[in-house]
Every structure is written in C-alpha cells, then in structure tokens.
C-alpha cells in the first residue's frame, strides 16, 4: 500500500527557511521519482522541484530555483525540501507524489505522478 506523508509547514516570516519532509512507505523508493508540488487557493497545481531516487537527478521549477532544494535520505525513505529566502507567494499547501517514470523534458508535470500524499499548509506572512 503505497503511503506519502508530507510534513514540516508552518508560519514563516519573509526572507525566512522550512524544511518539508516527505515520509514513504510500501513502494521502491530507490527507484522512484519525488516530486513536490504546491497549491495556492484558487491557483492551479504547481510542480516545483523533484529528484530521481535512482540517479540523483534534481529539477526545479523557475519560481524556486536557487532558494529551494531537494534531497532524498534513502536509508529513512523519506525526501525532503529546503526552501530558503521565502517570499509570501511561496504561501501554499504544499504535497509530495511519487512517479515511476516520467518524460526528462517536462518532469514537474502532476500527471505523471500517480501517487500523492497529504498536503502540509507552508504561509509565509509578517
């Protein structure tokens, strides 16, 4: 039974940092994608970052590159994101999803994500 359990938000401040955690259980996690996703209300689905479990590979959305990073822990199956420097349009629930494979050239798409976990709410707000 294939189980994502995202944690980690919170309230943060502007220019402050999180840590989302990405917990996994009942699938291969050395040989699959992770990828996150966020959601502002009334927003569509936004891919921001993945990485693939099997070779490393790391990807990132334009909103969140250089602040954000993405890193796996395979011994703990468990994947996590660091954002950094965030800004309140980083406000969001923020979900983490597995894919088993997916297209290189268009990685942060959800469709290609059959496996999601609960969404952590991150608000970043003075």
């Known amino acids: 039974d294939v189980q994502l359990q995202a944690s980690g938000g919170g309230l943060v401040q502007p220019g402050g940092s999180l840590r989302l955690s990405c917990a996994a259980s009942?699938?291969?996690?050395?040989?699959?994608?992770i990828g996150w996703f966020r959601q502002a209300p009334g927003e569509a689905r936004e891919g921001i970052s993945c990485i693939s479990n099997s070779d490393g590979s790391t990807y990132y959305g334009d909103p969140v590159k250089g602040r954000f990073t993405v890193f796996s822990d395979k011994a703990k199956n468990t994947a996590y994101l660091d954002m950094n420097r965030l800004k309140p349009e980083d406000t969001a629930v923020y979900y983490c999803a597995a894919a088993s494979t997916l297209a290189p050239a268009t990685p942060l798409l959800p469709l290609w994500y059959d496996s999601w976990g609960q969404g952590t709410q991150v608000t970043v707000s003075s």
């Open positions: 009942g699938f291969a996690f050395d040989d699959y994608v």
